[in-house]
């Protein structure tokens, strides 16, 4: 990780996008991709921000996996992925102890039909206590290249003889 994690609180998605916004025009070196969840509030989020013209990355978290059969769904795959760069040992993180804490914390049990499931956002909640915001956005980074990039769609106004 280059940079400490930076977090902020708002259930109205237009002050989410103006918080991202300013992030990636302030950023020195601009990322390929930002990924967003696509689903409930972040998918106000992510049509605005590609609107702005930003590269986002929608990823579906409920949607089937990628890449094989171990998985539930794309939710699992991404913390896998996660727990893959980890058990790698070539990275270094910020000594941030809530993300720590709630990195830590992950759990698999297996499914009825054999595939690899992590605990429920809901009971992750119940274990710590929180909603374990910043390791899901850290994870979701791990997603690069796995969601469907959504490039800017123009404007289209109603025809009134102005475009």
């Not at 991404?78 to 760069?85: A, L, P, Q, S, Y």
Request: hydrophobic residues 35%; charged residues 30%; aromatic residues 8%.
């Amino acid at each position: 990780m280059t940079e400490p994690i930076k977090t902020w609180r708002s259930d109205d998605a237009m002050v989410s996008v103006g918080k991202v916004v300013q992030e990636y025009q302030d950023a020195k070196v601009k990322p390929l991709q930002i990924c967003v969840d696509s689903i409930g509030l972040g998918a106000p989020v992510a049509d605005r921000l590609a609107e702005q013209g930003l590269p986002i990355m929608c990823v579906n978290v409920s949607e089937s996996h990628s890449s094989n059969d171990r998985y539930l769904r794309l939710r699992d795959e991404m913390w896998e992925r996660t727990r893959e760069w980890f058990y790698a040992r070539d990275c270094k993180i910020p000594n941030d102890e809530p993300f720590i804490g709630e990195i830590s914390l992950v759990k698999w049990k297996p499914t009825s039909n054999g595939k690899m499931k992590v605990i429920t956002k809901a009971e992750m909640k119940k274990d710590l206590h929180k909603s374990p915001d910043r390791s899901e956005a850290f994870c979701f980074t791990m997603m690069a290249g796995a969601g469907v990039v959504r490039k800017p769609r123009p404007i289209k106004y109603p025809a009134r003889g102005y475009a």
